[in-house]
């Protein structure tokens, strides 16, 4: 999910975060400089659950790149809102860009804090949505009949209680143009505790609800990941990932098919790869477009067709999402394409 924003440590989650004292001995034991993560933190908060730690090998690993402050984060220059997401929020938790969906931010927080999070400069600083805030999104959406897809993102949608979601899905459902619902998490890989048979028969009263997760890494996908993942597609929720590929944690076509195999195998359609956006704190995970059209190229082809998510360049300055593909259109004329397959070869096709 791609967050408006994201908590600061000790705030009143279902789960609470690991305690300062367990945390700082965990990263001493680790080797990791507190001087500096300190410093990190007065600039953009840190959140990271217990199980996401459990996933940690060894400093600077994957897993840890994605949750312990750098001190590469104090040194870019990138904006804060490249996305000009502001300029098309229609109410405070509202954004209306394409024709037909909407985004609704219906929480502020999320489980944990992602190092490389597009709006980590806001995240971390505001409070919770207020439920009013969410009504006057939710009006917004009754009054423009041609949005037919609502996308619940935040923060971290399940962050809320299962009421407050309840109450939510069952106002969305009851306007009759609204056709899906989708709803935006990390929660399966962050704390997939809070996944609970409860929660799953709850969200299949208000079907069709679509769940797409955030994953980077095929080891946070352990077990427990996996039984939180079995809990909603057994409530007959069709699920789908999204991933930012992400300089030093992903960044490599062996990384990215297993973590695309894995996902189908529990049930989860890759959807979107993200080139990481321009954000602040986050220029160090960038990689090139380059680099990006090369590793999805040593995957397509290679691997199923359901493996391969679209790769998608989310465009600064507010024109959604574009997708890119290697160059497998080599000619196109009147007569015929020629097209480049995944091995390289050439093959024509004529046009009638
Ligand atoms: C990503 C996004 C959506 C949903 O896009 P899909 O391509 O339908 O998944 C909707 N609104 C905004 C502002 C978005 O960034
Ligand atoms: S889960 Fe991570 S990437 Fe998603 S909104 Fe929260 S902090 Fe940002």
């Known amino acids: 999910m791609r967050a408006i924003s994201v908590p600061e440590e000790g705030d009143d989650s279902e789960q609470p975060p690991p305690k300062r004292s367990f945390l700082d001995a965990f990263l001493a034991s680790k080797g990791a400089d507190l001087k500096e993560i300190e410093a990190v933190k007065k600039v953009y908060p840190m959140r990271v659950t217990r199980h996401f730690l459990g996933l940690i090998q060894e400093k600077d690993d994957p897993i840890w790149k994605q949750c312990i402050p750098g001190k590469e984060e104090l040194h870019d220059s990138n904006r804060e809102d490249p996305l000009m997401e502001e300029?098309?929020?229609?109410?405070?938790?509202?954004?209306?860009?394409?024709?037909d969906r909407v985004l609704l931010l219906v929480s502020s927080k999320c489980a944990m804090y992602c190092r490389f999070c597009t709006r980590k400069r806001k995240v971390g600083r505001i409070d919770e949505i207020p439920m009013s805030e969410i009504e006057?999104?939710?009006e917004y959406i009754r009054e423009h009949r041609e949005v037919r897809d609502v996308l619940l993102s935040g923060g971290d949608p399940l962050m809320r209680t299962d009421s407050e979601l309840e109450h939510i899905l069952s106002e969305l459902r009851a306007i009759e143009h609204v056709e899906i619902i989708r709803i935006g998490t990390?929660?399966?890989?962050?704390?997939?505790?809070?996944?609970?048979?409860?929660?799953?028969?709850?969200?299949?009263k208000y079907h069709p609800?679509?769940?797409n997760i955030h994953f980077e890494h095929p080891r946070e996908i352990d077990e427990e990941c996996s039984r939180a993942l079995a809990i909603l597609a057994d409530a007959g929720i069709p699920l789908g990932s999204q991933t930012v590929l992400?300089?030093?944690?992903?960044?490599?076509?062996?990384t990215l098919?297993?973590?695309?195999?894995?996902?189908?195998?529990?049930r989860v359609k890759p959807y979107y790869l993200y080139l990481c956006d321009p954000s602040q704190g986050v220029e160090h995970f960038r990689t090139t477009v380059q680099e990006?059209?090369?590793?999805?190229?040593?995957?397509?082809?290679?691997?199923?067709?359901l493996c391969i998510p679209h790769l998608v360049i989310d465009t600064p300055g507010g024109g959604g999402k574009v997708p890119i593909l290697p160059d497998y259109m080599q000619e196109?004329?009147?007569?015929?394409?020629?097209?480049?397959?995944?091995?390289?070869?050439?093959?024509?096709?004529?046009?009638?």
């Open 87 to 99: 300029r098309d929020s229609k109410t405070s938790c509202l954004v209306h860009r394409y024709p």
């Open 136 to 138: 006057r999104g939710i």
């Open 186 to 204: 990390r929660m399966p890989v962050s704390n997939p505790a809070r996944i609970t048979p409860k929660l799953a028969s709850m969200l299949k």
């Open 209 to 211: 609800v679509y769940i």
């Open 246 to 254: 992400l300089r030093g944690v992903n960044d490599n076509a062996e």
């Open 257 to 266: 098919k297993e973590l695309f195999q894995k996902l189908l195998k529990n």
């Open 292 to 305: 990006a059209l090369e590793i999805f190229r040593k995957i397509q082809g290679y691997t199923t067709g």
């Open 332 to 352: 196109l004329d009147e007569e015929k394409i020629v097209l480049k397959n995944y091995e390289g070869r050439l093959f024509t096709y004529r046009n009638p």
